[in-house]
Nanobody, 123 residues
């Protein structure tokens, strides 16, 4: 069973930075993808970024391109989301999710989800 545990959320001022972590376990294959999604109150869930463990291909939503960076430490089975130049619109619960079956991308189906971590950007 795949397990995903997020950490690193918190309260930050506009323009600040946070780094989220997603510790993954239980994947059957070495090749998988981890995605970050977010959901703000009253809004639909939005795909933010994802990365494939095999070749490191990354995907970003237009809203975070250039500000967020996703990376993976395969030795630790951990994916990071470095978030810089944070804006109030980035406030949301951030979830990491796993996809074991290619192709990979933000529009693909993710069948394993973490519990979420709150990110609040104050102005």
């Amino acid at each position: 069973e795949v397990q995903l545990v997020e950490s690193g959320g918190g309260l930050v001022q506009v323009g600040g930075s946070l780094r989220l972590s997603c510790a993954a376990s239980g994947f059957i294959f070495d090749d998988y993808a981890i995605g970050w999604f977010r959901q703000a109150p009253g809004k639909e869930r939005e795909g933010v970024s994802c990365i494939s463990s095999g070749d490191g291909t990354t995907y970003y939503a237009d809203s975070v391109e250039g500000r967020f960076t996703i990376s993976i430490d395969n030795a630790k089975n951990t994916v990071y989301l470095q978030m810089n130049s944070l804006k109030p619109d980035d406030t949301a619960v951030y979830y990491c999710a796993g996809d074991q079956y290619p192709p990979y991308g933000l529009g693909e189906y993710f069948d394993s989800w973490g519990q979420g971590t709150q990110v609040t950007v104050s102005s």
